[in-house]
Nanobody, 123 residues
């Protein structure tokens, strides 16, 4: 069992920045990929960014490339999402996620979810 606890959400003006954190505890494994999805009311959960724990290989959805950066702190078992140049369309609940294996992109295959943290970007 793995627990994911998120923090760092909030309200920010367009063009501003936020950093999300996701701390993992329990029976974690270096074979997992961790990352972030986001969801707005009535919409499907969409992939945002991922990082493999063992190699640090990163992937991003096209809409956040060049603005968001995912990173990991191996010693702290924590994943970060630095979000810069935020836009109103980035407004969503952001969910930390972990999946066994070397990929993370399909919400239906995620093994563990964080509780979600609200990010609101005002225009």
């Amino acid at each position: 069992q793995v627990q994911l606890v998120e923090s760092g959400g909030g309200l920010v003006q367009a063009g501003g920045s936020l950093r999300l954190s996701c701390a993992a505890s329990g029976r974690t494994s270096s074979t997992y990929t961790m990352g972030w999805f986001r969801q707005t009311p009535g919409k499907e959960r969409e992939f945002v960014a991922a990082i493999t724990w063992s190699t640090g290989r990163k992937t991003y959805t096209d809409s956040v490339k060049g603005r968001f950066t995912i990173s990991r702190d191996i010693n702290k078992n924590t994943v970060y999402l630095q979000m810069n140049s935020l836009r109103p369309e980035d407004t969503a609940v952001y969910y930390c996620a972990a999946e066994y294996g070397s990929k993370l992109s399909d919400p239906n295959r995620v093994d563990y979810w964080g509780q979600g943290t609200q990010v609101t970007v005002s225009s």
